[in-house]
């Protein structure tokens, strides 16, 4: 599924024109972002939380010249799903 069906399947179930539902999404992601952005959390029942997970340096290898290199430290994003979610796909 990609964003414009998204987009469809929430304004149909939501009674929404798909010009709504689209603001919606664009704001539920512009939200996630800003929160992740601050270190924050966001944390949705039985579906999952979006966080940031801190990665350490550590040493990799360049494959084309199989020369050492180091890898910096940095922050991703990571999902974690909830437990409905997890059972509604198993």
Same mark, same amino acid.
């Given at each position: 599924?990609? =964003? %414009? +069906? ?10 929404? &024109?798909? &010009? ?5 999404? $664009?704001?539920?992601? @512009?939200?996630?972002? $800003? +929160?992740?952005?601050?270190?924050? +959390?966001?944390? #949705? ?10 990665? *350490? ?7 084309? /010249? ?6 910096? *430290? %940095?922050?991703?994003?990571?999902? /974690? *799903?909830? =437990?409905? #979610? =997890? $059972? @509604?796909? *198993?």
């Amino acid at each position: 599924m990609n =964003k %414009s +069906e998204l987009v469809k399947t929430i304004a149909a179930r939501a009674g929404l &024109t798909q &010009t709504q539902a689209g603001h919606a999404l $664009d704001a539920f992601c @512009a939200t996630v972002i $800003d +929160e992740l952005g601050e270190g924050g +959390e966001v944390v #949705l029942a039985g579906f999952g939380t979006f966080k940031t997970q801190q990665r *350490a340096a550590r040493k990799g290898m360049n494959i084309k /010249t199989k020369e050492p290199i180091t890898i910096a *430290a %940095s922050t991703a994003p990571k999902f /974690t *799903a909830g =437990k409905a #979610l =997890k $059972d @509604a796909v *198993a």
